[in-house]
């Protein structure tokens, strides 16, 4: 067999059993605009930037897609990212500062612990409670 026939076989049958189970969505590539944006805040715009600096320059740079406010921007950003990526955050590494960054994984990890911590906690009183008087 020759390497189309083989992909084509590979593709009809990874949609058919994948597809039905929900672990492959169909998706649509991105656009122009999304694409430059993606460009435009990962690689183009400075990593310390606020998202009202990079609002700015962009609309600066692209007056054709200007945004009327800085959550419109975000907005269509993380679109962007999530269809990218599959995940939202997933180019965070890209236009966060090192510091910005390692904060957030600080507050999420202290965050992670009590939620163990407290759960440790009800799962001791949920023992002492089955054990009763």
Request: net charge positive; proline share 3%.
């Amino acid at each position: 067999m020759n390497l189309a026939t083989v992909l084509a076989i590979l593709q009809r049958e990874f949609r058919r059993r994948y597809r039905p189970k929900g672990w492959v969505h169909i998706t649509r590539p991105l656009g122009e605009r999304a694409i430059g944006l993606v460009r435009f805040v990962c690689l183009e715009s400075g990593k310390g930037a606020t998202w009202r600096e990079r609002l700015a320059a962009w609309n600066e740079r692209f007056p054709a897609w200007q945004f009327k406010d800085v959550r419109a921007f975000q907005a269509a950003f993380r679109r962007a990212e999530t269809q990218l990526t599959g995940r939202r955050g997933g180019l965070t590494i890209l236009y966060l500062t090192q510091a910005e960054y390692e904060r957030r994984d600080r507050a999420w990890r202290e965050a992670q612990l009590a939620r163990l911590r407290a759960e440790g906690q009800l799962h001791e009183q949920l023992l002492q409670a089955r054990e009763g008087p």
